[in-house]
């Protein structure tokens, strides 16, 4: 089983090794434990895989160099069943070793297939639900000859989700592959092809791609691409262009991709907000494509999310509901369909997915679209599987983030939904346009307030030399502070391995202040100044915790001098309207997240057990 994998194919001209193993290390940061290669020669396929990281691979490669060939696949695995072994990496070959298989997913029949298969004598090798695969294929080859029609007839046993990459030693110059749910794209090149989980892994050689749809197969030679159905029938294929260049996959001299995507922000920001105000300040979403009087007639509106997207989700909520007035939900998407969520015709259901390809979120999604709700996706990842699903996207315009912990497509995200917001409260006349207009003058200054934010990190280094030793750390907020509190309190989790928990200001007193002892540090975000009596309370709550104690790590606005004389360390933010507040207040606490875990000398970009994209349940 290989739920988060990288998966590479090339055909073509040149020399295949270099172009799958540099494909596979722009993917690493989706997370993996074992690497592998297998390349066509005229001899036969020959592999080579090794568990660990792909440096491994590189070495086995050095010490069992393999032949010329222009024509191979790749993969990376992370393993779930099955440890991430010699004998379990991918590719996986059937027992006379002409087939060859890298797969992505869960085979949920496999316990059954390889039962079968045993029964007929198939030995297998490795513990994993892909080999059963290439048994299969290597059987099916025997009766349908062409590498995409055996492939075919494969696909329509499986049971789960998968993408596969298929080489046949007897088919020179030829790989196939399926999708159902996990990702897949093709990278057209001249006189070269490409197959990959994820387009960083060829942008370096083509921008030009063809999406997969569900359930489809594509053969494709060095100058061919065919794709049909599980049945056979011809699919219409949708070629597009990437719009990003491979600088956007670089580092571009930072250290980390979560450094660089932390100063991208105001980019991101501006280029989701690109095009979608017009210069009078109303709300132009030509691309929500939901028929006006739906979106009018909208009685509830559910958000579903995981992790960073449901944080980003949880700070929209407040602003839809006060700027809409529609009731809104937000729900963890692994959670919702299990509890037979109230969704009707009626509802109007948010995704938000960086990736577009959380299996959680994509689930939530399909049940919410059975009850016959109309779905927009909030995601940004061009033609991903959440996005083509739904009855309407918003692309968050964030380019690429590689770094596993979310960041710059968090703030996009929370843009995208307000932007979402706004419309809404356009189209039902729930603001006056002067009103609209205000907001958005207000939400198009965020991207230079990020910016002035970034340019004045230092204090942030020295706090995080200071803290690098602790254990513990605690985030509290109040409104959409809250779930800013959360999201600190994940990233630093994620990447720095700490125990860290965010908490509602006000819930401090039904528990969790039991858990302030001396020195314990507390991040606190506290709302701008002057607004109904939210700041004054969670200046009250800074007090009680400095009563017990603990070291006060303040985010407030640069003049609050109320704020400042419960402090212990002060980091100033720029003068925001609550609701935008979290657009900025994030961005130190990302920082220092991604400082911790450079001093405490962690891989930042590929955190232990954790995969950049999610696509199991
Ligand atoms: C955030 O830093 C995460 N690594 C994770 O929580 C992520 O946000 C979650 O898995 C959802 O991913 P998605 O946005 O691609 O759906």
């Known amino acids: 089983m290989a739920p988060v994998c990288g998966i590479v194919g090339y055909v073509g001209a040149r020399q295949a090794q270099p172009i799958i193993i540099g494909g596979l290390k722009r993917m690493e940061y989706r997370g993996y434990d074992s690497a592998g290669i297998a390349l066509w020669t005229p001899d036969g396929l020959e592999t080579r895989k090794r568990a660990g990281k792909l440096v491994r691979l590189e070495a086995e490669l050095a010490d069992r160099p393999l032949p010329e060939s222009r024509q191979g696949i790749g993969h990376t695995r992370w393993a779930t069943h099955g440890g991430p072994t010699d004998q379990n990496a991918h590719p996986h070959l059937s027992g006379d070793g002409r087939v060859a298989v890298v797969h992505n997913g869960i085979i949920e029949n496999a316990a059954i297939l390889r039962r079968e298969l045993e029964a007929e004598g198939v030995v297998f090798r490795s513990q994993t639900d892909t080999e059963a695969v290439a048994h299969l294929l290597r059987r099916a080859l025997d009766q349908e000859p062409g590498l995409a029609a055996a492939l075919r007839a494969v696909c329509r046993r499986l049971e789960g989700t998968f993408t596969l990459v298929v080489l046949d030693a007897a088919q020179p110059g030829r790989i196939a592959a399926a999708r159902r749910s996990s990702p897949l794209v093709v990278g057209v090149g001249q006189d070269e092809n490409f197959l990959a989980s994820d387009v960083a892994s060829f942008i370096e050689h083509t921008r030009h791609a063809i999406e997969l749809g569900q359930d489809q197969v594509v053969e494709i030679t060095a100058d061919t691409v065919t794709v049909t159905t599980f049945d056979g029938d011809p699919a219409p294929v949708k070629p597009y262009d990437i719009e990003w260049d491979l600088a956007a996959a670089e580092k571009g001299g930072f250290d980390w991709f979560m450094r660089k995507e932390i100063f991208e922000q105001p980019q991101a920001a501006s280029d989701t907000l690109l095009g979608r105000i017009d210069q009078s300040g109303r709300l132009c979403l030509d691309e929500l494509r939901i028929d006006r009087a739906q979106l009018r007639a909208a009685d509830k509106i559910v958000?579903?999310?995981?992790?960073?997207?449901?944080?980003?989700?949880?700070?929209?909520?407040?602003?839809?509901?006060?700027?809409?007035?529609?009731?809104?939900?937000?729900?963890?998407?692994?959670?919702?369909?299990?509890?037979?969520?109230?969704?009707?015709?009626?509802?109007?259901?948010?995704?938000?997915?960086?990736?577009?390809?959380?299996?959680?979120?994509l689930m939530a999604l399909r049940h919410a679209r059975e009850q016959h709700a109309q779905v927009v996706a909030i995601c940004n990842t061009n033609g991903a599987t959440i996005p083509r699903e739904s009855d309407a996207v918003i692309y968050t315009h964030a380019g690429p983030e590689i770094g596993v912990a979310s960041t710059k497509c968090f703030t996009a995200q929370i843009i995208a939904c307000y932007l979402l917001g706004l419309f809404l409260a356009q189209e039902r006349g729930t603001k006056f346009g002067d009103e609209i207009a205000e907001l958005v003058a207000d939400l198009t200054a965020v991207p230079a307030q990020m910016a002035a934010l970034l340019a004045d990190l230092g204090p942030i280094d020295a706090l995080a030399q200071e803290l690098v030793g602790v254990e513990s750390v605690l985030f509290i907020g109040r409104h959409v502070g809250y779930p800013v509190a959360l999201e600190g309190a994940l990233k630093l989790k994620e990447i720095s391995y700490l125990h860290a928990e965010g908490f509602a200001a006000g819930e401090l007193k039904h528990g969790p202040i039991a858990l302030v002892e001396p020195g314990l540090p507390v991040f606190v975000v506290v709302p701008p100044t002057g607004r109904d009596h939210l700041h004054d309370k969670v200046v009250s709550n800074i007090q009680e915790i400095r009563a017990r104690g603990a070291k006060t790590i303040v985010l407030a606005e640069r003049n609050d001098a109320e704020a400042w004389a419960q402090a212990d360390h002060a980091i100033p933010l720029p003068l925001a309207p609550t609701l935008f507040q979290p657009l900025l207040a994030i961005i130190p606490l990302q920082y220092f997240s991604c400082q911790m875990a450079t001093l405490k000398g962690l891989d930042v970009d590929q955190p232990r057990n954790l995969a950049k994209s999610v696509t199991v349940e």
């Open 303 to 361: 958000i579903v999310a995981c992790g960073t997207a449901y944080h980003a989700g949880l700070i929209a909520k407040y602003a839809i509901e006060h700027w809409t007035r529609v009731p809104c939900e937000v729900e963890l998407a692994s959670e919702f369909r299990y509890r037979d969520p109230i969704v009707t015709p009626t509802t109007l259901v948010v995704a938000i997915s960086q990736s577009g390809e959380t299996m959680d979120t």
